[in-house]
């Protein structure tokens, strides 16, 4: 099992659709009426992108550390 301590490790192994969903390119989003098609590698590239802007810009790999270490301490597990 791997750990990771931040976001930015994270995002560096971050595998998409291509690298695991066969036929990936059929695949679209926004299948909304009102909304564009989207080829949807290039959309999780760009949700990607934004979350890490979003992690970025206000200091949340804090937050969900916190969140992690309680969720494991409600488990009965432990970080350490």
């Known amino acids: ?19 695991w ?6 695949y679209l989003a926004h299948t909304h009426k009102e909304k564009e098609y989207e080829p949807f590698l290039d959309h999780v590239r760009l949700v990607n ?13 804090v937050i969900v550390d916190r969140l992690i270490g ?3 301490e409600q488990s009965g597990c432990s970080l350490y």
């Open 49 to 61: 992108e934004y979350a890490l802007r979003l992690v970025r810009a206000h200091s949340l790999d």
């Open 70 to 72: 309680d969720l494991l």
């Open 21 to 26: 969903l066969p036929d990936f390119e059929r």
């Open 1 to 19: 099992m791997r750990s990771y301590n931040s976001f930015e490790q994270i995002a560096q192994r971050w595998r998409l659709p291509d690298q």
